[in-house]
């Protein structure tokens, strides 16, 4: 079955301090991966995403996720974390072609602490 | 360019009454989608729309959900008999022609509280 894990349900980070979310999927075949954020009372905002080629790819606001075909991962990192971060993070999966359904996981709570 | 929208932002609605969710999708775009997270689930795929046909719904949950998106422009969801299972984030994304891109672009989502 198709699925995403993201296996931390609430994470706090110190402002300054380095963050990973992690993200695993199982898939038929390789997806496109996506990470999305939601910040409060905002809608689905797209961070990064991976199609193909380079497997370390960068984002908005200084994300960037790393693609692992050996471990189906696809893990989120951002090297100085803002209390502007704070927020919930979404991985997701899709078929690689326009128009078909994504695949989410539950999601990660992300807390910043002063 | 206005992103995609949707209204309400909330409602509050009884069990057995009806409620309508709409979405107005990015200018241009033919693929509309709509999903749905449930408290504490993940958010999941309910149908999509290529201008104004249907091209999946396998994830609506029964008959008591109707979409329609009339004139390929915004959508409407109507859930009728409204269930306390109904309740929970209805999000609306919007995306390019198939030949267009991949992304989806999502709306602020409708909060459903059904008491």
């Known amino acids: 079955a198709q699925s995403v894990t993201q296996p931390d349900i609430h994470i706090t980070v110190s402002e300054g301090a380095s963050l990973e979310l992690r993200c695993n999927y199982s898939?038929?075949?390789?997806?496109?991966l996506f990470w999305y954020v939601q910040s409060p009372g905002q809608g689905l905002q797209l961070l990064l995403k991976?199609?193909?080629?380079?497997?370390l790819v960068q984002g908005i606001k200084g994300f960037e996720a790393e693609f692992k075909r050996s471990q189906s991962s696809f893990n989120l990192r951002k090297p100085s974390v803002h209390w502007s971060d704070a927020a919930e993070y979404f991985c997701?999966?899709?078929?690689?072609?326009?128009?078909?359904?994504?695949?989410f996981g539950k999601g990660t709570t992300l807390s910043v602490s002063s | 360019e206005a992103g995609v929208t949707q209204f309400p932002s909330h409602s509050v609605i009884e069990k057995g009454q009806t409620v309508t969710l709409r979405c107005d999708p990015i200018?241009?775009?033919?693929?509309l989608y709509w999903y749905r997270r449930v408290m504490g689930k993940e958010i999941k795929f309910l149908l999509h729309?290529?201008?104004?046909?249907?091209?999946?719904e396998s994830g609506m949950p029964n008959n008591r959900f109707l979409a329609e998106r009339t004139g390929g422009t915004y959508s409407t969801l109507k859930v009728q008999p409204a269930e306390l299972e109904d309740s929970g984030v209805y999000f609306c994304?919007?995306?390019?022609?198939?030949?267009?891109?991949?992304?989806?672009?999502f709306g602020p989502g409708t909060r459903l509280t059904v008491l």
């Open positions: 994304a919007s995306s390019p022609s198939l030949t267009g891109g991949i992304e989806q672009f």
């Open positions: 898939y038929g075949a390789t997806p496109y």
């Open positions: 991976y199609f193909s080629g380079d497997t």
């Open positions: 997701a999966v899709g078929a690689r072609q326009a128009g078909t359904a994504l695949i």
């Open positions: 200018s241009g775009h033919d693929n």
């Open positions: 729309f290529v201008k104004e046909s249907k091209q999946d």
